[in-house]
């Protein structure tokens, strides 16, 4: 790493195309800017989403793009006005890294709805480069998107916090949904289904989840700590739940229809999207008049929030349930988490991986 003087020169992996497949790639950080802090990757989490960006299942993406958004690392270097971080702290990162810091989300301390946010990566920064994202070396990030990951909470165990963990505390703060004995269910057992299983049933929740197989059962109620298991083609375990749900965490990636789960919804129930779908999702309205429900969506969390949910999670004694693996297996990982193969998060050891040391050519397979 070089001084807040220079540019740093970096690797990461990145996907050259909409096949998705990552591959070594070296690129330039801009020099530490006054409010920056460059900090070098310990461990990035594999979240769905850079499946859906790394292939273009957005229709936005830009290549080469480096992945990864649920970064922990450690900081080398301090701008001269960062006064909360210092050289050697944990610090974390997540799905954004930069606001208008005027409009009223960013006013009301909710950057992750502004309008101008700058994605932490398949975006431009202010200075007109393109942001990369944690699958890589090292990042520079400004403070206001940075988080101390705080004594008690292991790098790799805070990881997936940084979009999972966040993205269900968010709303069930949000929606008033923080309160003892409600019974939430959990739709999609995976990163961030898994997580919500986990920061529910930490709330006093009980906690439903509704899965495409019965896989999953054994580890839900067992391990994870769900109070029941649904599967939801099976139309009589669906009737017998109908009406006992205050709100579901909606965490399926692909096309589903809504009706079935708005069934299970209580008067007043809430089904809350956090999917990324491209095609419209469809339903009749007397499935949400008929009970006064609401579908509602949710973005990741705001800056505050991410803070919050690392705290809770070490007040609560919550772990993430986690495989850490090695960058040359990332190609490997990710279609494994396409094929809905993984308990619960992959989470990359990019600091143990040496990805700044080139690969001997003659046996490295993921070499393009
Ligand atoms: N709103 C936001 O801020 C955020 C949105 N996201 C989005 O949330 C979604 C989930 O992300 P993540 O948890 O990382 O993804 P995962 O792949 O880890 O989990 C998704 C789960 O959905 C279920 N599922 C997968 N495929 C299907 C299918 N074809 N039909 C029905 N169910 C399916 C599976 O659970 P089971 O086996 O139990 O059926 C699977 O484990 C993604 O679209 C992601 O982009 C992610 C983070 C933040
Ligand atoms: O994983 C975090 C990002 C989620 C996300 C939500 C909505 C959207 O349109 C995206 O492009 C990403
Ligand atoms: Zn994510
Ligand atoms: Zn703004």
Not at 333 to 357: C, F, H, M, Q, W
Request: glycine content about 10%; aromatic content about 6%; overall charge negative.
């Amino acid at each position: 790493m070089g001084s807040v003087a220079s540019e740093r020169t970096v690797v990461g992996w990145a996907a050259r195309d909409a096949s998705g497949h990552l591959s070594p790639y070296t690129y330039t950080l801009r020099k530490t800017g006054p409010e920056d802090v460059a900090v070098k990757v310990l461990y990035c989490g594999i979240c769905h989403t850079d499946i859906h960006q790394a292939k273009n299942e957005l229709g936005a993406s830009k290549y080469p793009m480096v992945p990864g958004h649920e970064v922990v690392g450690e900081v080398v270097e301090v701008g001269p006005e960062v006064t909360k971080y210092r050289a050697g702290d944990v610090v974390s990162v997540g799905v954004i890294v930069g606001c208008c810091r005027e409009c009223r989300p960013c006013k009301a301390n909710v950057e992750q709805y502004c309008n101008k946010k700058i994605w932490s990566y398949n975006d431009v920064y202010t200075d007109g480069r393109p942001t990369q994202g944690g699958f890589s070396s090292a990042m520079i990030v400004d403070q206001k998107f940075v988080v101390k990951v705080p004594a008690g909470l292991a790098p790799e165990q805070a990881a997936p916090l940084l979009c999972a963990g966040v993205t269900v505390y968010s709303p069930l703060k949000h929606f008033g949904l923080m309160a003892p004995g409600l019974r939430g269910g959990i739709l999609g057992l995976g990163g961030v289904g898994h997580m919500g299983v986990k920061v529910a049933k930490s709330m006093g929740h009980h906690v439903t989840v509704i899965s495409s197989s019965g896989k999953k059962r054994t580890e839900a109620m067992e391990h994870l700590g769900a109070d029941a298991y649904l599967v939801s083609s099976d139309a009589d375990q669906m009737a017998a739940a109908a009406d006992s749900l205050d709100y579901i965490i909606d965490t399926i990636p692909v096309h589903h229809p809504l009706e079935t789960y708005l069934a299970l919804l209580k008067l007043d129930g809430k089904h809350i999207l956090m999917g990324v779908i491209g095609q419209p999702l469809s339903f009749v309205t007397p499935m949400v008049m008929l009970g006064r429900k609401s579908i509602t969506g949710s973005f990741i969390g705001s800056m505050d929030e991410t803070e919050e949910v690392l705290q809770f999670c070490v007040d609560k004694g919550l772990t993430s349930q986690i495989e850490v693996v090695k960058m040359d297996y990332v190609n490997q990982a990710l279609e494994r988490l396409e094929r809905n193969d993984v308990r619960y998060r992959l989470v990359v050891d990019v600091a143990g991986s040496n990805i700044e040391t080139p690969p001997d050519r003659s046996t490295a397979s993921d070499l393009a």
